[in-house]
């Protein structure tokens, strides 16, 4: 399996002007941002591929969701192309600005990524 991701900035703008350097190319960074696109796109938001995505909806959000919300994610993070395992994983949720975060490191078939989102 090949994966060519194209490299983000830090304001999440696609990079320009470095040819192939803008892109990972089957590495390990190319998994890790493939991870953290899907946990940005909330499922069924994206046109050409409605079931891509984090079920934020249906499974995340809700006070009736507090114990499956960390299910959800990593089965998000485990459904991505070229994620083998997640070896640690950490998520923090802070009720006064109503915001989280996610942060894991995976084994891909490149080898080990660090993700952090936030969510």
């Known amino acids: 399996?090949?994966?060519?991701y194209r490299k983000?900035?830090?304001?999440?703008?696609?990079?320009f002007g470095f040819r192939a350097?803008?892109?990972?190319?089957?590495?390990?960074?190319?998994?890790?941002?493939?991870v953290k696109t899907r946990l940005g796109l909330i499922l069924g938001e994206w046109f050409l591929d409605v079931t891509y995505g984090t079920p934020y909806n249906s499974e995340i959000l809700g006070a009736g969701n507090v114990g499956n919300y960390d299910f959800a994610l990593q089965k998000v993070?485990?459904?991505?192309?070229?994620?083998?395992?997640?070896?640690?994983?950490?998520?923090?949720v802070?009720?006064?600005?109503?915001?989280?975060?996610?942060?894991?490191?995976?084994?891909?078939?490149?080898?080990?990524a660090s993700v952090t989102q936030t969510l």
Do not use: H, W
């Open 1 to 4: 399996m090949s994966l060519t």
């Open 8 to 15: 983000l900035d830090a304001n999440g703008d696609y990079t």
């Open 21 to 34: 350097g803008n892109f990972y190319k089957d590495q390990p960074e190319a998994v890790a941002q493939a």
């Open 94 to 112: 802070n009720p006064s600005t109503r915001g989280a975060s996610v942060s894991c490191t995976i084994d891909t078939i490149y080898g080990s």
């Open 77 to 92: 993070i485990l459904g991505t192309p070229g994620v083998l395992r997640i070896t640690s994983y950490a998520s923090q």
